[in-house]
């Protein structure tokens, strides 16, 4: 069994930045790549940023290139998502989750078997 919980939301000012912590229970964190979703209401969950657990190799959408930065310490099971220069459209409810497989980079929910209940993010105008 695996529980993944997200920390760091909050409300901030459009160009501020916000860091997101995932911390996973159980020793098993490492072998898996580790993915950011984010939601908002009445939209389909969207990708945002994936970490490989082979060399943690970064992927991201095309939407947060150059703004957001995801990393991972896997002493402390923990993943991060570094976000800089945030905009009003980035407001929505994150969520951290593991893949499962080995078809890298994993950009769809259906590729991932645990997700956190969600930390949410608002960006002010």
């Known amino acids: 069994q695996v529980q993944l919980v997200e920390s760091g939301g909050g409300l901030v000012q459009a160009g501020g930045s916000l860091r997101l912590s995932c911390t996973a229970s159980g020793r098993t964190f490492s072998d898996y790549a580790m993915g950011w979703f984010r939601q908002t209401p009445g939209k389909e969950r969207e990708f945002v940023a994936v970490i490989s657990w082979r060399m943690s190799v970064l992927y991201y959408a095309d939407s947060v290139k150059g703004r957001f930065t995801i990393s991972r310490d896997n002493a402390k099971n923990t993943v991060y998502l570094q976000m800089n220069n945030l905009k009003p459209e980035d407001t929505a409810v994150y969520y951290c989750?593991?893949?499962?497989?080995?078809?890298?980079?994993?950009?769809?929910?259906?590729?991932?078997?645990?997700w956190g209940q969600g930390t949410q993010v608002t960006v002010s105008s």
């Open positions: 989750a593991r893949a499962f497989g080995s078809n890298y980079p994993q950009v769809l929910p259906s590729d991932y078997d645990y």
